[in-house]
C-alpha cells in the first residue's frame, strides 16, 4: 500500500470514530469537502517515510489533546504534528530542509578529475580556499595554471 492510499484510509477510519462538526452534521456535501480538506493537509505534513509510525503518534497527540469528539481542525492537525516532529527526528523529512550549494566542494571534484574550471578557481581567492581547505594540493593548480599563462599569451599575440 503506498503512503497517500494509507494516509487516506487511516484518515477514513480515523473520521469514522468522531463525530463531524455540528455546522456540517446533516450536509454531506461539506463533510467531503472537510475530509478533502483534512487529507489534503495530512499529505502535506506527512513524511514520505516512516509514515506508518507517523500517524500512530500523530492520532494520539490528536485525540490526547481533543476537547471533544469530533473532527480535528487543519489547526488541530498542524499543531499536532509539529508537536510530535521534536520527539521523532527520523520523521523530519530530510526534502523539507534547505539545500546549500557548495561549489568549492563541486569544484574541487573538477579540478580532482581534471575537468574544466573557471579561472577563480585557478588563481583567484577560490583557489586559496581550495588549498587552504585542503580539497586540493598547488600542484594539481599547476596545469590550469599553465594553461591560462599559455592562452594568455596567445590572446596578447595578436
Known amino acids: ?13 480515523f473520521l469514522q470514530r468522531l463525530n463531524p462538526p455540528k455546522a456540517m452534521q446533516s450536509n454531506a456535501e461539506a463533510q467531503k469537502e472537510e475530509i478533502t480538506d483534512l487529507y489534503s493537509r495530512i499529505i502535506k505534513l506527512a513524511p514520505s517515510r516512516e509514515y506508518t509510525e507517523w500517524w500512530k503518534d500523530f492520532t494520539e497527540h490528536l485525540l490526547s489533546n481533543a476537547i471533544a469528539r469530533t473532527w480535528p481542525t487543519i489547526r488541530e492537525l498542524n499543531e499536532a504534528a509539529k508537536a510530535i516532529a521534536p520527539k521523532r527526528p527520523e520523521f523530519i523529512d530530510e526534502t523539507k530542509h534547505s ?3 557548495d561549489e568549492a566542494s563541486i569544484n574541487a571534484k573538477r579540478i580532482n578529475a581534471m575537468e574544466p574550471v573557471g579561472e577563480y578557481w585557478i588563481t583567484g581567492k577560490g583557489a586559496q580556499e581550495l588549498v587552504r581547505r585542503g580539497m586540493v594540493t598547488s600542484e594539481q593548480l599547476e596545469p590550469y595554471k599553465y594553461y591560462l599563462s599559455y592562452a594568455k599569451r596567445s590572446v596578447d599575440s595578436y
Open 1 to 13: 500500500m503506498d503512503r497517500n492510499t494509507f494516509l487516506r484510509d487511516k484518515l477514513s477510519n
Open 99 to 101: 539545500w546549500k550549494l
